[in-house]
C-alpha cells in the first residue's frame, strides 16, 4: 500500500495521520482481493557444496527415491522438484566462495575489488541486482501484489560484516542488502510498532492518572497548560483505540526470549526467523524472501549435532576422509530438516482468502554457494524446489545436464509473469527458461 | 521602551490636536505678562501623554499598545520626553516641563519600584523542556549510567599503521602517531617508511567534539576499503581486523570496506549531534593491491559547508556513547527573540512520546551497560527496579516517593510482564511524566528545585551528582553554597555550549542566509570558503574573549584587532599572520571595533550588491544598543533600481523612509546603519561609493535619550560601551536565553542589581552568568532554615 493510500484507508476509519508511527502493519489492502492468484517464493541459502552421492536421487522422473540428505523432505515428495545439471558457471574476479554466493542469485560477474579470498583475484560486490530483488520489484510496481516490505532479507548467523562473503541479496549493481539475523530486531521491525501501541496504551493510562494528581497541587496558570497537555494524552489513547480494532489476520509469533545470539543459539534461531518469515507472509507483509544460514565459507560448528569441527573446514576434507563425509552428511540433513520446518510451517496454514494451504502458493528455493565443498566447484548446485504457486510440475527429479542457472532464474521470473528474455551474464542468457512445468 | 508606530488616522488626530495647542500657545506668548502657574508633571501628563499611554500608562489600544514601563533613570527618561515626546511635536515641552512629567511617570507606575507599589508582581511564565533543554537533558540522563567523559585537546587521531597481509590488515604495526587531518592521498606508495605500498592498513581512533547542535553529514571518498564508526559504542571484537572475522559488532555509519575497481567511491551519511560534547570516533582503511591509495573524510557541519574533518574537532582521547534523541520537535516559540517552553501542542505531545519509545528501545538494548544487571544474575529484577527508580529520580530532578515508585517502576513490574518489557514500560512513563517535562511544577521550592534551576540555567540539562548531592545534603541553602555550585558549573564545556548558543544567536550565527551570496563579479573572492573562515573568525573572537580570564564585554564591542587566517588577511588587505590559522591582527582602530565591524556580520547585514543600512541599524538597536523594535508597520523590500542611481545608499535610505510612519523607528535605525557605510556590502573599508565619498557621521538619539555626534564605528563602539540601556539590554539577553524567562519575574529591579554587580566585576560575562544563575535559582525558595524553625 503506498502512503497516500494508506493515509486515506486510516481517514477511512477515523485516524489521523498523526496516529501513524503507532499503528501496527496493516495487512495488504491487496490481500484477498482475489483476482490474482497468490505467489511467494522463498530462497533459502545453504554453504560449503553437498556431499552429491547422498544428495541426488539416482532416478529421474516421477519415480525417484530420496537419499539421506533430502530424507527430511520425504512427506512433500510430490510437491517438490530436485533440479541436477544447474551449473554456476560465472567466472571473473573473486574466489569461489564469494562468487559462490554473490554470483548465485546476481547470476553475473562481480566487480573488481579488494576483497581477497583464499585464492584468485581480489574482488568487489556483484554487479547485477538479485533474482529475487527483480521478482521483488516486479511486484512491488503493481498495486494488486505489493505488499508493506516487498521482500524480507533474512539470515540466521550471518557475521557482522559486509563483504561479498556475506550477501547474496543484491537491489541493484555495487548495492548488497544486508540480512537481518537477529530474531528479536525482525519482530520489531515487523511488529515493533503494535507492541509499541500496547506499550503506550498502558503507559498513557499512568499519565492522566498522575496529571490528574499534580493538578491538585498548581497554579492556574500551571493547570491550564497541563490540561491542554491532558487533552493531547486523551486525543492519542482514543486513536490507539481505534487503530486496535484493526488486527492484524495473524498474531505476532511468539517468540523465545533471551536466545543468545551466537552459534549454539543457532537452532533456535533458525526456528525464530522461520515462524517469523511465514507469520510476517501471513499477514501480507512480502511476498519475496531470502533466509540466510550462515555466509559462504559458513563456519558454524553444529555442537548440538555432535559435531565440533567448522562447517567449511569439513567441506575441505577429501572424499576419502569417511569421518568428515558422515559429518558433513548430517550437517546437510540437519538443514534439510530446517527447509522441511519451514515447508511444514507454511503447509499448515490455510491460504488466507485463497485456496489450499501457503504451502500451496509459496515455492521454496534451496540453494547452496557450491556443488561440491571440498573441489570447490560450481557445477551441479544443490538445486530443490518444494512448495506450489508457480505452475511447476512437481513431484519429479530433473537432470538437465549442464545448463546455466541463469536460465533457472528466467524461469522463476517468467512464472511470476514476469517476462524476461534473460537474467544476468550476457554469456549464460541463451535458451530462455528451463522447462519445469 | 518602545514607540511603535501610529496607523495614519491615529497621527492625523495628534496633529490636529498638537496645531491646535501651537496656535494657543503663541497666542499666548504675544499676551506675554499673565503667565499660568506652571503645570504640574500629572498634569502635563494628562494633556499631552494620556490620550496614547493611557490615564496611567497602562497604554492604549492602537495608539502604544504596550505599557508605559521600564528601566530608564530618571534623568535619561527627562531627556528622551524632552527629545521626543510627545511624538510628532517635541517642542512643546522644554526641558523643565520634561523633567516634571518624567518624575511624575517615575514615581506613578514607571519604575520597578512603582510598578512593584502598584501591581503583583509578574510571575515566571509555565514552561515544558524546550528542545534543547529535552535532548540535553535526555543525552545527560542516560549518559549519567555509565562513564561520563569530557572532551579531549583537539589535537588529533591516535593513528596506527599496519602491514597487512591478504586477510590479515594487521599482520605487523609499522608506525604509531597522531594525525591531524583526515585527507591522504598515498598514491602509489606507502603511508610510511617500513610498510609495502602494496597492501597496508590504518586505524584512526580517538573522540569526535561536535561544536554546535545539529545534523552532521560525513562524506567519504577512497577508492581502497574504509568504514567510518561515530558514537558507537566499542564492543568486543572491535580491534579484530582480518578479512573475514565475524567478531565485530559495532555498525559503522559509512560501511565502504569493498571496493568497486580502481574508481573513487563517495558515500555519505548523516547523524545527529549534541554541540560542546564528544563523540566516539573511529575510522579503519586499508589498500590492498589496487594502484593508488587514497582516503578524505570530510563534514558538513550544521550551516556550514564541506570541509576536511581536522583539528580542532578531533581528539585522541576516549568518549563515551552519547544517547541522542534526534526526533524531529516542532520548534520552540520564540516569538520573544529567545526559545521557550511556554506552549504546548499535539505534534509536540506526539514528537515527546514516540521519542520516549525510541528512546526506551535503546535503554533496553543496553540495559545490561545501563543498569549493571546481567543476564544470569539472581537478583537481575531488583537490580533492574533500582535502575527504574534511579532513572525516574534523575528524570524528576528529586527523590522518588514511595507513591511514586510506585506508580513509576513498581507497577510497571507487577503485571507478568517480561523484564525487558517492564522496563521499556517504566522508561517510556517517566520520559512521557509531566514531572520530567515540566521542570518548575508543582508549589513546593526546595533545594531540589534549586539544583534543577541551576542545571537548566548553565546546562540546558539536568542536575549531575553534584548537584544533587548538595540537594541531599542541604547545602545549597545559602547564597554562597548556590553560587559556589554555579561557579563549579559554569567550568563545565555544556556552559560553554549552551553560552557558545548565546552568542551565534547574538551575532547571526544561527542561521543560514543567503545575504551571504555576493554577487560575483562585483565581490571576486568572497566565496563560500571565505564565508566559512569569517564565521570561524567571529566564532573564534568571541569564545576567546568570553572564555578569557577577563571575560570582558567591553572587548566583544572594542577590540581594534581581527582573527585572520591567510585568506581573510589577504582579501581585506590586512597583513597575513605568521604561523597559519587563525591569528589576531592589529587594525586601524578607527576602522574596526569589536563585533560591530566584523566582515562576518558587516556582509551578512548587507545586500547581495549593496550594503544595508537598515539591516545594520536594525541589529545595532536591537542586539548591541539594547532597544526594542516592533516589525514595521508595512515590508517594502528595498529596490537599488529604482533609485536615481547618482544618490548613494544614505540617500536612498532617507528618502525611502522620510515618511513620519516610518522615522518612528527609523529615526533610530537609519543613523546606526549610516555610521557603517564606510564598510561595503562584504565588509571591507571603503572611503568612496562609487565617485562619492562616503559621510559616516550621523545625529543620533540614544536609548539613554542624549543627543549624540557620532563619527564612524569607533565611536559607536564607546557609546555602547558607556550606555546604561545597551549594557542593559545584552544583560537581558542574555538572561532570556539562559533561564527562558524575563528578568522582572524575578524581581523588577533583578536587571538594574545584575547591572550593579556587572558593572563592578569589570564586565565579566562568565561572572554574570554566574550571578544571574545563582539569583534566579533562589528565587522564591524559602531558606529551609528559616522556613522550619
Known sequence: MNLSTRRNFLRQLGLSAAALPFLPALPSLAQGNGAAKMQRIIFLFTPNGTIPPEFWPDQTGPDFQLKRILAPLESFKSRMITLKGVHNKIRGDGDGHMRGISCLLTADELLPGNIQGGSDKPAGWARNISIDQEIKNFLQARPETATRFGSLELGVAVPNRADPWTRESYAGPNQPLAPLSDPYAAFDKFYGQSKDRENLGSVLDEVRDDLKKISSNIDPEERELLDKHATFVREMEQDLQSANTQNLMFPPPALEQGVALDNDGIPKISTMQADLLVNAFANGMARVATLQYTNSVGQARMRWLNIHEDHHGLSHEPDSNADAQEKLIKINIWLAEQLAYLAKKLDSIPEPGGQGSMLDNTTIVWTNELGKGNSHSLDNIPFVLVGGGLGFKTGQAMDFGNVTHNRLWVSLAHAFGHFIPSFGHKDFGQGGPLMLS | ?789
Open chain 2, 1 to 789: 521602551m518602545n514607540f511603535p508606530p501610529k496607523n495614519p488616522a491615529g497621527l492625523w488626530r495628534i496633529r490636529e490636536v498638537l496645531r491646535i495647542s501651537i496656535f494657543l500657545g503663541l497666542t499666548g506668548c504675544l499676551l506675554a505678562q499673565d503667565v499660568p502657574a506652571p503645570l504640574s508633571g500629572e498634569a502635563i501628563y494628562s494633556k499631552h501623554c494620556a490620550s496614547c499611554h493611557g490615564k496611567n500608562g497602562e497604554g492604549v489600544k492602537d495608539e502604544v499598545d504596550e505599557p508605559l514601563q521600564g528601566e530608564r533613570s530618571l534623568v535619561s527618561l527627562a531627556k528622551y520626553i524632552d527629545k521626543r515626546m510627545p511624538e510628532d511635536e517635541p517642542e512643546i515641552l522644554n526641558a523643565e516641563e520634561s523633567q516634571r512629567v518624567a518624575e511624575y511617570i517615575m514615581g506613578a507606575f514607571y519604575s520597578p519600584e512603582a510598578r512593584a507599589k502598584n501591581s503583583a508582581p509578574p510571575k515566571m511564565a509555565v514552561a515544558r523542556l524546550t528542545n534543547r533543554q529535552y535532548r540535553e537533558s535526555i543525552a545527560d540522563l542516560l549518559g549519567s549510567f555509565g562513564k561520563t567523559t569530557v572532551p579531549g585537546e583537539g589535537k588529533g587521531l591516535k593513528a596506527q599503521y599496519f602491514q597487512s597481509d591478504g586477510m590479515n590488515k594487521k599482520a605487523r604495526k609499522a608506525l604509531d602517531r597522531e594525525d591531524t587531518r583526515l585527507e591522504f592521498d598515498f598514491a602509489e606508495g606507502p603511508p610510511a617508511e617500513g610498510i609495502s605500498p602494496e597492501q597496508f592498513s590504518i586505524a584512526w581512533d580517538g573522540s569526535l567534539i561536535a561544536p554546535a547542535s545539529g545534523w552532521y553529514e560525513f562524506r567519504l571518498s577512497t577508492p581502497n576499503g574504509a568504514r567510518v564508526y561515530v558514537n558507537g559504542e566499542r564492543q568486543e571484537g572491535d580491534g579484530n581486523f582480518r578479512d573475514d572475522s565475524g567478531a565485530k559488532r559495532q555498525t559503522a555509519l559509512i560501511d565502504s570496506w569493498v571496493s568497486s575497481g580502481p574508481e573513487m567511491r563517495v558515500e555519505t551519511a548523516r547523524i545527529f549531534l549534541l554541540g560542546g560534547r564528544s563523540y566516539p570516533f573511529r575510522l579503519d582503511y586499508f589498500k590492498f593491491k589496487e594502484a593508488r591509495g587514497s582516503v578524505k573524510l570530510e563534514w558538513k557541519q550544521p550551516r556550514a559547508d564541506w570541509t576536511v574533518l581536522s583539528t580542532p574537532y578531533l581528539s585522541p582521547a576516549e568518549a563515551a556513547y552519547v544517547t541522542i534523541a534526534d526526533k524531529a520537535f516542532p520548534p520552540d516559540d520564540a516569538s520573544e527573540g529567545y526559545e521557550r517552553g511556554t506552549e504546548v501542542s499535539k505534534a509536540w505531545h506526539e514528537a515527546v512520546t514516540s521519542s520516549a519509545v525510541e528512546i526506551s528501545n535503546g535503554v533496553v538494548a543496553r540495559l545490561r551497560r545501563l543498569s549493571g544487571a546481567k543476564d544470569e544474575d539472581a537478583d537481575r529484577l531488583p537490580k533492574l527496579k533500582d535502575f527504574c527508580a534511579s532513572f525516574a529520580e534523575r528524570a524528576f530532578r528529586r527523590p522518588l516517593t514511595d507513591e511514586l515508585r510506585q506508580m513509576y517502576v513498581e507497577k510497571a513490574f507487577a503485571e507478568g510482564v517480561s523484564p525487558d518489557q517492564a522496563v521499556k514500560r517504566s522508561v517510556i512513563l517517566v520520559l512521557t511524566s509531566p514531572r520530567f517535562l515540566y521542570p518548575e511544577l508543582g508549589k513546593e521550592k526546595d533545594e531540589f528545585t534549586v539544583a534543577s534551576r541551576l542545571a537548566l540555567g548553565l546546562w540546558d540539562s539536568l542536575p549531575d551528582k553534584a548537584l544533587v548531592d548538595a540537594a541531599k545534603a542541604g547545602q545549597l541553602r545559602t547564597p554562597e553554597q548556590v553560587k559556589a555550585q554555579a561557579q563549579r558549573m559554569a567550568a563545565d564545556p555544556r556552559t560553554r555550549a549552551k553560552t557558545n548558543e548565546f552568542f551565534q544567536r547574538w551575532l547571526k550565527l544561527d542561521a543560514e542566509s543567503d545575504l551571504l551570496q555576493k554577487d560575483a563579479e562585483d565581490y571576486p573572492g568572497f566565496d563560500a570558503a571565505l564565508v566559512a573562515d569569517l564565521r570561524r573568525s567571529l566564532e573564534l573572537f568571541v569564545e576567546q574573549v568570553v572564555w578569557s580570564e577577563k571575560s570582558d564585554y567591553r572587548e566583544l564591542l572594542e577590540a581594534d584587532y581581527l582573527l585572520c587566517n591567510e585568506r581573510i588577511a589577504k582579501f581585506y588587505g590586512l597583513p597575513v599572520p605568521e604561523g597559519g590559522g587563525f591569528q589576531a591582527v592589529k587594525c586601524d582602530p578607527a576602522q574596526r571595533s569589536g563585533v560591530v565591524t566584523h566582515p562576518y556580520l558587516l556582509a551578512r547585514l548587507a545586500h547581495h550588491d549593496t550594503t544595508s543600512p537598515i539591516h545594520r541599524g536594525v541589529f545595532l538597536t536591537r542586539n548591541v544598543l539594547g532597544g526594542l523594535l516592533k516589525p514595521p508597520p508595512e515590508a517594502i523590500a528595498f529596490e537599488d533600481h529604482k533609485f536615481d542611481p547618482k544618490m548613494t545608499m544614505r540617500e536612498k535610505i532617507a528618502e525611502m523612509t522620510r515618511n513620519a510612519n516610518c522615522m518612528t523607528c527609523h529615526e533610530t535605525i537609519n543613523p546606526l546603519g549610516f555610521s557603517l557605510e564606510n564598510f561595503d556590502a562584504v565588509g571591507r573599508f571603503r572611503t568612496m561609493e562609487k565617485d562619492r565619498p562616503i559621510d559616516p557621521v550621523v545625529d543620533y538619539i540614544s536609548q539613554d535619550g542624549e543627543q549624540l555626534k557620532l563619527h564612524g564605528p569607533r565611536e559607536l563602539a564607546e557609546h555602547a560601551v558607556a550606555s546604561e540601556a545597551a549594557r542593559r539590554g545584552f544583560i537581558r539577553q542574555l538572561f532570556q536565553y539562559e533561564l527562558k524567562q524575563n528578568p522582572p519575574a524575578y524581581g523588577l529591579d533583578t536587571l538594574v542589581k545584575l547591572d550593579a554587580t556587572f558593572n563592578a566585576s569589570g564586565e565579566n560575562i562568565r561572572q554574570l552568568l554566574i550571578e544571574m544563575n545563582s539569583l534566579a535559582a533562589s528565587h522564591g525558595v524559602k531558606n529551609p532554615d528559616q522556613a522550619s524553625r
